[in-house]
């Protein structure tokens, strides 16, 4: 993993977790000495831009727009002593947003089809199932609900769930039999008849 260095306002960091679109940033994970981030992320806050060295094109870029206002920075001191880590989060990726778009941020050990069907479960008012999760992923992504972020430590998908467009689409789908709720019981039913 190549490692990016943020710059804002003369301070610097390194960058552990980034995930960038349409030439803002939608998550940030920082580490150096804590006035270093704590400084970077008072300046992304106020609006002011990030420089991000060591990326394909030395991109300038601020934080992403709609999701202004609502970022929340979490930061810790590091067993070591001597380094700091902190964390730029939009309300968009955290689970309890009340809005029907999200961001996902997932790592190496998370499956995006479950975990994007738990956010897009918490949104909207359609009944889901859960054994739909696979079948709700490829359809977001192929038909560009779901976008996939630029991002360095993770993966990172930006979800603009249109809820008409999924109920007509899994009223279809369970039509042709694509989709259906079976109890976890009636499979050994079945298969004894």
């Known amino acids: 993993m190549k490692l990016l260095t943020i710059t804002a306002g003369g301070f610097s960091a390194t960058v552990d977790g980034c995930a960038r679109g349409e030439q803002e940033i939608w998550f940030l994970s920082m580490l150096g000495h804590q006035q270093s981030v704590r400084a970077i992320w008072a300046r992304l806050v106020k609006g002011e831009y990030g420089f991000l060295s060591g990326d394909v094109d030395g991109a300038s870029l601020p934080l992403a727009r709609e999701a202004w206002g609502t970022w929340r920075f979490s930061g810790m001191r590091l067993p070591s002593g001597a380094s700091y880590h902190g964390m730029l989060v939009p309300e968009v990726a955290t689970y309890n947003s009340d809005r029907s778009d ?42 560009g609900e779901v976008q996939e972020l630029e991002a360095t430590g993770l993966r990172a998908f930006r979800c603009r769930p249109m809820s008409g467009a999924l109920r007509d689409d ?9 989709l259906g709720v079976e109890s976890p019981l009636a499979k050994p039913m079945r298969e004894a008849a």
């Open 102 to 143: 999200f961001v996902l941020l997932v790592r190496d050990r998370d499956d995006p089809a479950r975990l994007h069907f738990r956010f897009l479960n918490r949104r909207l008012e359609l009944p889901l199932h859960p054994s739909w999760a696979t079948w709700l992923w490829h359809r977001g992504l192929g038909n």
């Open 170 to 178: 899994i009223g279809a789908a369970v039509q042709r039999r694509e």
